[in-house]
């Protein structure tokens, strides 16, 4: 990446001691994560950190101290729909399409008004899709040819695009991936991965939450690392796979065994989903709140 390149890129996404706490239990303590235009960056971190909390939080799911700004707009006291509004979007960890839907028809779904007017207006208009806004959309992702197919029809990673492409229709800006690439094999996740940084040429940001390092550290600008909530890492990806810290968060030990540091390294170039370090989906025992 040049520096030009850098220096062209405006801030979209920036949060400011972003906090949440469940009772007694602190899921996110001041976080700090910005994300550029065209960036892609990752967020990445052991089971129970706290990545799908904070992306609740800066979507406007969960209650949350802090700020949060797109494009330098406030929006931490603003409802996930004008959030949404503004050009922030997310995918769910659980996000599955209506399989009974055309492709072109679930993205439909997603853009349709909200509200008691828009429903009233939808009984007595019937609903009009915006073709063009929904094309655009399967463009970014390469699924045009596949807008009058159903899910059902499509491979693994087609379906995984049509849930990205869901989350960019209608004018978004910046995009947060929550483990869009799980189940993929590892030739899945490079075609994957490719489409995901076409759409960031568009100048969309894109915040990638994944446990397949292999993708993760192909695909990412950056990356921040958080442990029990807090971020204890960011950098490029060559200097996240060196960092100490990140090591022993992952392997649950504060001692750094240098045959972990190797495999770590591997895990960029192995041609598989791996996690880091070891290889597999990590376990610890953190924050409740579910497998963030």
Known sequence: MSESTVLER????????????????????????TVGSGEIVGLIGPNGAGKTTFVDAVTGFTK????????????????????????????????????????????????QPVGLRAMVSDVLNGSRPPAETIDHALDLVGLRDAADQRPGELTLGQQKLVGVARALVGGTRLVLLDEPAAGLDTHESRDFGAELRRIAATGIGILLIDHDMSLVLDVCDRLYVLDFGK???????????????????????????????????????????????????????????ENR
């Open 231 to 289: 971020v204890i890492a960011s950098g490029t990806p060559a200097a996240i796979q060196d960092d100490p810290a990140v090591i022993s968060a992952y392997l649950g030990s504060p001692e750094v065994d240098p045959d972990a540091v190797a495999e770590l390294d591997a895990a960029g170039s192995s041609g598989g989903p791996t996690d880091l370090a070891t290889g597999t989906e990590p376990t610890t025992t953190a924050a409740p709140e």
């Open 64 to 111: 949350a101290t802090g700020t949060v700004s797109l494009a330098g707009e406030r929006l931490e006291k603003a409802s996930p729909h004008r959030r949404r509004r503004a050009g922030m979007a997310r995918t769910w960890q659980a996000g599955e399409l209506f399989t009974d839907l055309t492709v072109s028809q679930n993205l439909a779904v997603a853009v």
């Open 10 to 33: 405006t801030t979209l996404l920036q949060t400011g001691g972003l906090s949440v706490r469940y009772g007694g239990v602190s899921a996110n303590t001041d976080v700090d994560i």
